[in-house]
């Protein structure tokens, strides 16, 4: 569905301030694939997603959108951009109408959808986003942090994106607000069937979630395959500072115990079916 | 998308012009734009575009990244121009309908031209080469005597370094919020004037918001660290004179006494 074909970006180019933010990367995305980017501070995650729907142009190569060059002379980024939402890090900054419902129906709108169906539009996202209504007609600037990212994550929402890029949504939540961000992610993909690429920091996050988890490092693909695989490569993991889930260490332990288990585990679920089986408990 | 403005900014390079003292380089500016309006002669524009062609050769800056300054004036540089010679009294060259446009006209606009971009280059090569921080302890120390007339030295030179510092910040902001909006679909480009003022909203209003936060947090954090203004403050690094500052004065005062001797 999207290709990146030998992207390549670097920033000033051609001045004392230049910098490589990636080099060659190359990678197929399929329809209703759940990918996790992850990758260590400065390492190009941001970069790299601004080029999958056009905001940004690569220094080399070119993406693909079902098949078509998106930097084509001819090609229609704007709608481009009403199939491949982006949210972007901390989005509740983007925020500015008057009304929250206002605010969610700006992207329906500059679709060029009528009044009455981006605000159809809108409060399903909204209702999606799991905002409570009685806030659909307040100001934006009267929300709390998270309810402000619920309601900016609606207003990417409301376009009803085929493909679904999220750059770190839980960054500065709590713990509480962390999960319920996440599990809307998840359930977006069930009942849309939306591809969505997670940009994160936590590999617990992405291995819970995550078809394939892609790992960029210093600018450069290290792995994009199933998390499993991923997760086999601990100690590559550690060197790019990123460490493996603390599901995967436990099992490390476990074995070093003497107690045989999957070493490749990530999640909790994994992780307790694994020792149960090892304790022989049915 | 909005990185063309180059005033204000830091190119980070090592060379003389970087190293001189900042009170040297504000002078030098200083007398680089008198220069400018006490000239009326070839010569001396000959003169004064040899003498910005060597500091920014010195500067090692690249010419490309100073004249993506010029970008910001070219509207105010085509009226300008523009008025000049078609609003000038003289031989006439030839006519536009009510408009005529004279060789004075023409020469007065070529220079006025020159001057403009001169000005402007001028002043970028001193932010281009001088840190805000630089700049402003320069500021500081030049109009230190102006404290003894109550101006309060310090706060303005604060204040401006301050404003420095952020014009790249909302410059980057702005970008940001500009990729946010065009993810949702924002058209900042098309459309007749009305259109594209409305479709600022969505960019100003997140920008003004973020630009007062930021404002309240740095304020917070400088009291937080029990900034109290500028008296008994002392300097990290204070300013000290190097001989090339003085090499640098004198060839400052040579071209500044040879434009006035060829003034006319
Ligand atoms: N506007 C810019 N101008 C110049 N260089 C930049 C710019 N933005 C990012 N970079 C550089 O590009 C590289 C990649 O940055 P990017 O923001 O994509 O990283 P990231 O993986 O998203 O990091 P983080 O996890 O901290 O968000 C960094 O080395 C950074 O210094
Ligand atoms: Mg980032």
Redesign the pocket.
Known sequence: MIEARNLT?I??EGTA?E????TDISFTINKGEFIGLI??????????I?HLNGLMRPTAGTVYFEGEDIFADKYDLRALRGKVGMVF?YPEYQLFDETVLLDVMFGPLNMGLSKDEARERALSALRLSGLSEDKFESSPFELSGGQKRRAAIAGVLSMEPEVLIL??PAAGLDPGGRNEILELVANLRKERNITIIL?S?SMDDVAKYADRIMV?NK?RLAFFDEPRAVFSHVEELEEMGLAAPQMTYLAQKLNKAGISVDPAISTVEEAKAEILKAFNVK | ML?DITLGQYYPVDSVIHRLDPRTKLAGTFVFLVSLFVTKSIYGYVLATVFLAAVIMMSRVPVKFITKGLKAIVVLLIISVSFNIFLTEGTPIFTLGPLKATWEGLQTAGFMGIRLIYLVVGSSILTLTTTPNQLTGGLEKSMGFLRKIKVPVHEIAMMMSIALRFIPILV?ET?KIMKAQTARGADFETGGLVKKAKAMIPLLVPLFISAFRRASDLAMAMEARCYHGGAGRTKMKPLKYHKRDFIAYVILLLYLAAMIVIKK
């Open positions: 970006h920033y000033n301030m910098s490589c933010a990636f990758g260590h501070t400065g390492s190009g995650k941001s970069t790299l601004q890090q750059d770190e940009v920091h960029l600018g | 990185r980057e970008d």
